[in-house]
C-alpha cells in the first residue's frame, strides 16, 4: 500500500514538475513581472531553459525601464557565472515624471558577497543622437571588478557606496559617434585618461588631457593647444558642475597670414605688426555651472613676444540659457608694443550696462595717418545701458590732448579736446565738444589762443532726425601778412536736418557781424548783416594797410547776401558823417549809400553819389559831391565838383589804382586874394576871379601837371607892399624901378599863365599880366617866370591849420 502510494505521490510530483517545466514561461512572467513592476521594470519577453549540464539557458530577455529599452540575447547562467553574447540598449528621451525633482541619494548597494560573475561580449548602445551604435565588451574577472573594451576603454570597481575607475577616450570616438552637423568637430583632436568616482550625488573626474583645435579660415590657421590635468565634480542634487582648470597650459598660435584678415587700406600694414601671433590663456582654479548660472572667476590672455597684450577677465557669471541678459564680468586690457606707448581699458558689465574707464598713450601717430603728431593722449569714461537690441542710453566721454599735429598744410601747438555724448530712455541725444589750441599755422596765416564749444542736441526716435546746434568760439588773433585781426568771438545757433540753418553773431576787432547760412547737397545761401555802428571801430583794419589813415567819427553798416557755392553774392553798405585824418590831411562829413554784386571773380559797384563836406589839405576843400563806382575790380571816381578858394573845381575822372593816366581838373571863379594870400607874408594882394585847365598825370605813383593853364575872368587888382623879394629886386636892378614900380598898384585887365608841376612839388608859372596903373596913367604888359615848392608851401599851411591840428592830436594820441 504504502508502496502504491509512493508511487502516486511521486506521479503526482513528477506531473507537477513537468507540467511547471511546459508552463515554465507563462509562470515565470505571472510571478515576477508584477514585483519588477513596481520598480518601474517592464519584462517584455523571456525565454529560457535547461540544459543538461544543469545551467540556465536564456535565448531572450527584453527589458523596458523609463522608455529605455534593454534587450538580451543568448544568455548562459549557473551558480558562478552570467554570460551574456548580446545587449542591445536603445536610449530614448525619459518620460516626464512626478519625480523628477526628488533627490539624489548616497548608494547603499545590498552587494551579495556571492554570486555569479558577469560578462558581455558585446553591449551595443543607439540613440539618435549618436551617428551610429556604440559597441563595448564588459567582463568581470573578479567580483564588483568590470573591465570594458571597445569604443571606450575603462576599468569600474563596484562598493555599497561608491563606483570608482578609470577610463580613456579620445576624439575619433566622438567623431564616429557623435551625431552633429558642427564641422568644427572636425578640426578638434583629443586625447584623455580620467579617473572617476560615483556615491550617488557626486560624480568625480580627475585625469590628465591634451586636446588641440586647428581650424582654417580663408588663408588663416589658428592653433590651440591644451595639455595638463582637468578635474570635474557634478552634483546630482545642486546639478552644480565643477571645472578645476588651473593646471591646464593653453596655448593660441596664429599663422602670419592671418594678417591677410585685415581689410586692405592704409593701416592695415600697421595693424598686422601691432598683433601678436602667440598667445597663453590662463584659467583660475574652478569654473562653476550650477544649474544655468555659469561663473568665471578668472582669465587672463596674455600675448608671448616684445608685443604685450595683458587681457584680464575677472568675475563672470552669466545664465546660459540668456548668456547677454544676465552676464556680470569685468575686463581690463593693457597693451604696449613698440609703436604704441600704452593702451589701457577697464570695464565692468552687468547685463545691458557697461561701464568703465580707458587711456591710449602716443608719442607720434602710425605712418598711415594723413597727419604726423607728437604728445597724443587719449583718456576717458563710459556708462552705457540697454545697448543689446536697442539703441543704447548712457554717455561717452573721449578727452585728447597733442603737443602738437601737422595736417593738410596746417601746423597745430597744444590741442585739447573733450567730447561727451549722451542720450537717455527717451533717445534724447546730447554731443559736447570743448576745443583749446594754443596756436594753429594754415600757410601764410597764424591763429592763437583758440577755444570753441560745440554742442548739439537731437531725439533718435522715429521721424526726421532733428539736431539743435550751439558754439562759442574765440580767436585771441589772426596774422597774416596782409591783416590782423584779435579778440574774435562768435556765437552760434543752428538746426541740423536734412541741411544745416546756422546764425552765428561775431565780433571781429569789435565789429559787429550777424551771418546766416543755409548748407544743402545742392546750394550754400548766406548771408551777413552789418549793423550800423561806430566808424572808428574800423581803425584796427585801416592802420594795418595805411598806418597813417584814421577815422576819426561816423557810422557805417552794410547788408551782403549770396552763394558760397556759386561764389556770388550782392550787398549794400552806407556810411554816413564820417570824418578821416590822414597824416595831416583831414576829410569830414562824408556819406554814400552804395550797392553791388561780386559774380565770377569780380566786383562791381554801381555809380553811387558821394557827399564830402569839407577836405583840409593846405587849402580848404568844401562841399565836394561826386560819383564813384566799381567795374570788373577797377574802382573810379568822376563827375568830381566842389568849392575851392571862393570858386569851383571839377574832376572829370580819376580811376584808383590804375598807374598811368590824366584826370582833368578844372576851377571857374577861383577868388585871386584867397589864392596869392596862401602865404600870409607875402606882402602881395591880388583881387579877381581866376579859372583854369590842369591835366593831372599819374604815373606809377608820381603826379605832374603838364600844360596846365590859368586865366583870368574879368579884371583885377595888383598890389605888393613889403615883399622882400620884390624890394631886393628892386634895390638891385635900379634900372628896373620904373617899370617894376608900376606893378605896386596895377588894376589888372587880363592874366594867362601857363602852369606846369614836376613830381618833386616844383610849381613853374609863366605869367602874362596885362594891366594899367592909374597913378603912373601907363598901360603895363608884364611876363613873369615864377617857381616854387608847392608841396612845401601846402604842407606848412596844413601844419597851421587849427581844425586839422586839434583833429590830428585828439586821434592820434588816442591810437583809434
Known amino acids: 500500500m504504502f508502496k502504491r502510494v509512493g508511487l502516486i505521490v511521486g506521479a503526482v510530483l513528477l506531473s507537477i514538475l513537468l507540467l511547471g517545466y511546459v508552463f515554465r514561461l507563462p509562470l515565470l512572467q505571472w510571478v515576477i513581472a508584477p514585483e519588477l513592476k513596481k520598480a518601474g521594470i517592464m519584462l517584455n519577453c523571456l525565454d529560457f531553459s535547461i540544459t543538461s549540464s544543469l545551467n540556465i539557458h536564456a535565448d531572450k530577455v527584453c527589458v523596458n525601464y523609463q522608455n529605455q529599452q534593454l534587450q538580451l540575447t543568448g544568455i548562459t547562467a ?58 563595448i565588451s564588459i567582463l568581470e574577472p573578479t567580483l564588483n571588478k568590470f573591465n570594458v573594451t571597445g569604443d571606450i576603454n575603462a576599468s569600474a570597481i563596484l562598493t555599497a557606496n561608491k563606483v ?79 571645472f578645476n582648470t588651473d593646471l591646464l597650459n593653453n596655448k593660441i598660435n596664429l599663422t602670419p597670414s592671418c594678417a591677410g584678415l585685415i581689410p586692405p587700406s592704409e593701416y592695415a600694414g600697421f595693424v598686422s605688426k601691432q598683433v601678436p601671433l602667440n598667445w597663453q590663456l590662463k584659467l583660475p582654479q574652478s569654473i562653476s555651472l550650477e544649474g544655468s548660472e555659469l561663473s568665471v572667476p578668472v582669465i587672463n590672455l596674455v600675448s608671448e613676444g616684445d608685443k604685450l597684450f595683458d587681457i584680464l577677465i575677472t568675475d563672470t557669471t552669466l545664465n546660459i540659457t540668456s548668456p547677454f541678459e544676465y552676464l556680470q564680468t569685468t575686463l581690463s586690457a593693457q597693451i604696449n608694443t613698440p609703436d604704441i606707448n600704452n593702451i589701457n581699458v577697464n570695464a565692468q558689465l552687468s547685463g545691458a550696462v557697461i561701464k568703465g574707464d580707458y587711456a591710449v598713450m602716443l608719442e607720434s601717430l602710425p605712418e598711415f595717418a594723413p597727419a604726423t603728431a607728437n604728445g597724443l593722449s587719449l583718456s576717458g569714461h563710459f556708462n552705457i545701458s540697454e545697448f543689446i537690441d536697442s539703441k543704447p542710453v548712457g554717455l561717452i566721454n573721449a578727452k585728447l590732448t597733442l603737443n602738437n599735429v601737422d595736417a593738410f598744410d596746417i601746423s597745430a601747438v597744444q590741442y585739447q579736446g573733450d567730447l561727451t555724448a549722451k542720450m537717455d530712455k527717451q533717445l534724447n541725444a546730447e554731443v559736447a565738444l570743448t576745443q583749446q589750441l594754443k596756436s594753429a599755422e594754415y600757410k601764410e596765416f597764424k591763429v592763437t589762443d583758440i577755444s570753441n564749444t560745440l554742442t548739439a542736441n537731437a ?99 552794410g547788408y551782403i547776401n549770396g552763394d558760397v557755392n556759386l561764389q556770388s553774392a550782392s550787398f549794400n553798405m552806407g556810411i554816413s558823417h564820417t570824418s578821416a585824418l590822414y597824416n595831416d590831411y583831414l576829410a569830414s562829413d562824408l556819406n554814400s549809400v552804395f550797392s553791388g554784386e561780386y559774380n565770377s571773380g569780380k566786383l562791381n559797384v554801381k555809380p553811387t553819389t558821394f557827399n564830402l563836406n569839407e577836405f583840409r589839405a593846405g587849402a580848404v576843400v568844401k562841399a565836394i559831391k561826386g560819383q564813384w563806382q566799381v567795374s570788373s575790380n577797377t574802382a573810379l571816381i568822376n563827375d568830381v565838383k566842389g568849392s575851392v578858394f571862393g570858386g569851383e573845381f571839377s574832376l572829370d575822372t580819376y580811376t584808383i589804382g590804375k598807374p598811368n593816366q590824366v584826370a582833368n581838373v578844372k576851377f571857374e571863379n577861383i577868388d585871386a586874394s584867397k589864392l596869392v594870400t596862401l602865404d600870409d607874408k607875402s606882402g602881395i594882394v591880388l583881387t579877381g576871379r581866376l579859372a583854369g585847365s590842369l591835366p593831372v598825370h599819374f604815373d606809377s605813383g608820381k603826379i605832374e601837371i603838364i600844360d596846365g593853364s590859368l586865366f583870368s575872368q574879368g579884371t583885377g587888382n595888383l598890389k605888393i607892399t613889403n615883399n622882400a623879394a620884390f624890394d631886393s629886386v628892386m634895390q638891385q636892378q635900379q634900372e628896373l624901378q620904373p617899370v617894376l614900380g608900376l606893378l605896386t598898384n596895377l588894376d589888372i585887365q587880363k592874366l594867362n599863365s601857363s ?62
Not at 539624489?104 to 543607439?126: C, E, T
Open 755 to 816: 602852369v606846369a608841376l614836376k613830381s618833386d612839388g616844383w610849381l613853374k608859372l609863366g605869367v602874362n599880366l596885362q594891366g594899367y596903373n592909374k597913378a603912373e596913367q601907363q598901360q603895363v604888359n608884364f611876363n613873369y617866370n615864377h617857381e616854387e615848392n608847392v608841396f612845401t608851401l601846402l604842407r606848412a599851411l596844413r601844419l597851421s591849420d587849427e581844425i586839422t591840428q586839434k583833429v590830428e592830436q585828439q586821434y592820434s594820441q588816442k591810437g583809434n
Open 164 to 242: 570608482s575607475g578609470q577610463f580613456t577616450i579620445n576624439d575619433t570616438l566622438l567623431k564616429q559617434v557623435i551625431n552633429t552637423k558642427n564641422t568644427l568637430i572636425a578640426d578638434f583632436n583629443f586625447n584623455t585618461q580620467q579617473a572617476f568616482s560615483f556615491d550617488g550625488i557626486e560624480l568625480e573626474l580627475n585625469g590628465d588631457i591634451s586636446a588641440q583645435f586647428t581650424h582654417t579660415y580663408e588663408q588663416c590657421q589658428a592653433n590651440v593647444l591644451t595639455t595638463g590635468k582637468l578635474a570635474t565634480h557634478f552634483n546630482l542634487n545642486s546639478q552644480a558642475l565643477m
Open 459 to 557: 531725439n533718435l526716435g522715429v521721424g526726421e532726425l532733428f539736431a539743435d546746434l550751439t558754439a562759442k568760439t574765440s580767436i585771441k588773433t589772426v596774422n597774416s601778412p596782409d591783416i590782423k585781426l584779435n579778440n574774435i568771438k562768435v556765437e552760434s545757433t543752428g538746426l541740423q536736418s536734412r541741411a544745416l540753418k546756422a546764425t552765428h553773431h561775431a565780433f571781429i576787432n569789435d565789429v559787429e557781424l550777424v551771418i546766416n547760412h543755409h548748407i544743402s547737397s545742392q546750394d550754400h545761401p548766406f548771408e551777413v548783416i552789418i549793423p550800423e555802428q561806430n566808424a572808428l571801430l574800423l581803425n584796427k583794419f585801416i592802420r594795418q594797410f595805411e598806418p597813417l589813415a584814421q577815422l576819426t567819427k561816423g557810422e557805417f553798416n
Open 78 to 135: 549557473n551558480t558562478k557565472r552570467v554570460d551574456i553574447k548580446n545587449a542591445v540598449l536603445t536610449v530614448n528621451p525619459f518620460p516626464e515624471s512626478d519625480n523628477a525633482n526628488q533627490l539624489a541619494k548616497n548608494l547603499d548597494l545590498a552587494l551579495p558577497l556571492n554570486r555569479p560573475l558577469i560578462s558581455i561580449k558585446q553591449f551595443v548602445v543607439k540613440s539618435d543622437e549618436l551617428n551610429k551604435p556604440l559597441k
